[in-house]
């Protein structure tokens, strides 16, 4: 540190610190998606008891595309922000949208995995801006 020249410091914390912000973004990214995409994996999975669970697998998805609209937001990324806004709204807990039975419903729960397993990279060159904007 260089107390004589404060903004001198200031300036070499600075890049650290945005690569520690973008860092800490990704992971909770990553997180999220492999979370959803789990709990979707899981349903698919075991399907004949999805019944059981839609709550709060309905709960647990619609959570996780609450996040990732946010961020893709952020990103101006409103193509990804507006699938996961639908997918917000197909997995509705308060206001459930399609059963957990029948063949149909399955094929949609396990198309409903490709969003959360698109690699971070779709987000991650304009999350960097969207960092160094704010």
Do not use: I
């Amino acid at each position: 540190m260089n107390p004589s020249n404060p903004g001198l410091t200031w300036k070499v914390w600075q890049p650290r610190n945005r690569l520690r912000v973008l860092q800490g973004l990704n992971l909770r990214v990553r997180l999220t998606k492999c979370a959803a995409g789990a709990v979707l994996l899981l349903t698919v999975l075991l399907w004949s008891n999805a019944g059981q669970y839609d709550r709060l697998v309905r709960f647990a998805v619609c959570a996780g595309a609450v996040r990732l609209a946010a961020l893709a937001a952020a990103a101006r990324r409103y193509v990804w922000e507006t699938l996961f806004v639908g997918m917000m709204l197909l997995y509705n807990p308060v206001f459930p949208v399609f059963p957990f039975s029948g063949r149909l419903y399955l094929v949609l729960v396990a198309a409903s995995v490709a969003p959360f397993a698109v690699p971070l990279a779709a987000l991650k060159p304009r999350l960097e801006r969207a960092v160094a904007a704010h």
